[in-house]
């Protein structure tokens, strides 16, 4: 028995080793070729493919929703996966690994500016192509970049400053309302406003602007929390935050104008794939910008110890007030997307569960973390979507998961960790090639 | 002759509720001077120097730094007007590198602005190169610079007592306040330290005020010693005037009672 176990445990050592040793040496841009090959060959064979294996249509989500449907259809949608994603994957970072360390060496040389478009190029073709496949894709793409954005700067303000702020869907809606009310008003016509007060055809160019005036809305909605619960510390800013959170939904509620309980619908259709993608790039980088700074890492002083960050020269309740309200900003601008994705809004979706899932989307990722709040947020966002089927179910498979991660990770699965793109993107020597 | 002081306190008071914590304190500290605060716990010490960086506002009283009175302002422009102090039970930034923490403390020399810790500009690249090598200088001179990428919290005592000494050094102060600068430390790190105070006030020229349990190291670092005993100073003078102070040792051993 033992001696089994022992062997057993070999042969795993020996797998994981040569998993090691296969995968060492892949620059990212590699990985993404992999990945782009993988889609492309998805594109054009997948229908091909998924009808010879006998499946009904192409998996949409990695075939979750398929195999929990149908339990038959699981070697099926295994092979699927394995012959479209797998495949090309493992052949292509194969083959292309030493041109792509190559071109990575090069890219390493230009500034990481130019590097970074190269390789969101890339990567925004493979998604382009995947999320062109079925309209649910794109649905459930959009959306969980809109809870990248939503997390990352929750993050912020209950990470980086280590606050508790409770009035994240709270801003969502007043940057959700707030521009749905601005385009709805100037660019389209509408039961609720009546005819455009602008040319429509201006409208996509004016959508980044109504999305900062949503920003903005939400910004100064972070600006009524902070003046009264920031003069002192503690639990404040939470209960306060959380009774703001309930004021917008009954205040959006009760107000007709733009609709009451019955919301606002047929907004433009202005959020398109590469305008979100676009937006939450422009968080992600803005944002990690800000947390890498001496002035960001001022958050981190706050949060560790505000008496000596005070003595250290940080003013820490101005640096406290801004932050809040930077990270609400983002909130309206994720909340503006949000409306304009699913052309529609209710007060119904800004409240304590929309709440419940962004804070688990944070906690799951990891505090103080760019890349752990862009892994909570897909990975919660996706696997609600992929237990869909199991309904009931998914509730307890969910807060199942978050316990267990609290209790083996406290601070989430990737915490404090600095995003570092240009370490990200640089070429890794080939040290696995006789591995 | 009144401007020359760096560091004028005059007639300090101050109650917590009804608590008379430091009554009638008087201070001058001069240019490249050391001064020494000593006293039996509870005296009332640190909340001198914590009213002075202004974490506690005095019920009365005077406090001038350079000229500019200081009653009123928050501690952190107080500390940007010159005044760096480390703290009796160390605190440090726990999730922050050595770097990041005597960086940190040149935050109100940035310029940059929002705009530039948002979206990255030359101008704020410029400004972290030159504020890095500041801290490393400074790291170099409290002797940490090899483990300047360490999470703080990981380090033995005595070096994080020197990564809080570079952080007060780091926001360019006219006056160094330290309060008990060697507790804990062994006598090693204890002559290490002495070292250290020795070369910023030769080299940088610094005022210095200094609490200390430790009456060698007080001796032989200041000019003058302030003792303080339930708030009040009971004697002020040179440390030969102090140790031969009846007041000072009853203060500290008790009053020798004839039966």
Known sequence: MDNQEHTAQQRNKGFKTWLKGFVTGIPLICWLFGIFGAVLVEYFLGDLISYYLGLPKIPVLF????????????????????????????ILIKSLRKPANRLAAFLDRQPVSLAALVHLGLFYGALHLWADMSDYRLLVIKLTMIAIMLTLSLNVINGYMGEFSCSHPGFMALGAYTASTITLLLFANDKQFGDALLPVALGP????????????????????????????????????????LFIVKSLIENLEVVGGPRGMS??????????????????????????????????????????AAEAMTVNTRKTKIITFMFGAFWAGVAGGLFAHVLRYVNPGSFGIQSLAEILAMLYFGGLNSVTGSIVGAVSINVLSEALRPLEIYKWIIIPLLLIMVMLFRPTGLIAFTEFKPKELMKPRQNTGEDA | MRNMALLRVDNMTHYFGGLRAVHKYNLVLEPGHIVGLIGPN??????????ISGIHTPTEGNIELDGQNLIGHHPHEIAAMGLGRTFQN?????????????????????????????????KRKREEEKIESKAHDLLKVVGVDHIADQIVINLPYGDQRRVEMARA?????????????????????????????????????????LIEHR?????????????????????????????????????????????
């Open chain 1, 205 to 244: 160019y004016f959508f980044p602007l109504a999305l900062v005036g949503g920003g903005i809305a939400a910004s100064l909605g972070a600006l009524v929390i902070a003046i009264p619960s920031f003069r002192t510390r503690g639990d404040y800013l939470a209960i306060i935050s959380l009774a703001f």
């Open chain 2, 215 to 259: 009456l060698k190291m007080v001796m032989e670092l200041c000019e003058i010693i302030q003792t303080l005993d339930f708030g009040r100073i009971i004697a002020e003078g040179t440390p030969e005037e102090i140790q031969n102070d009846p007041k000072v040792i009853d203060a500290y051993l008790g009053k020798e009672v004839v039966l």
């Open chain 1, 266 to 307: 047929s907004q433009p259709s202005y959020a398109t794939l590469p305008v979100v993608f676009i937006v939450m790039t422009l968080c992600i980088w803005i944002i990690n910008n800000f947390v890498r700074s001496t002035m960001g890492k001022a958050l981190n002083a706050v949060r560790d110890n505000e008496l």
């Open chain 2, 169 to 209: 050094l780091a926001i360019e102060p006219k006056i160094l306040f330290l309060d008990e600068p060697t507790a804990g430390m062994n006598p090693e790190e204890l002559n290490q330290m002495m070292e250290i105070i020795r070369h910023v006030h030769r080299e940088l020229g610094l005022a210095i005020f």
């Open chain 1, 63 to 90: 075939g979750f929703l398929t195999v929990l449907k149908k339990p038959l259809l699981i070697p099926g949608t295994l092979g699927y996966l394995f012959i479209v994603y797998g495949l090309p994957v493992i």
């Open chain 2, 42 to 51: 509870g005296a009332g010490k640190t909340t001198i120097f914590n009213l």
């Open chain 2, 90 to 122: 160390l605190l440090l930034w726990r999730h922050m590198t050595v770097l990041e923490h005597v960086k940190m403390a040149c935050y109100s020399k940035i310029t940059y602005g929002l705009i530039g810790a948002f979206f990255g500009t030359p």
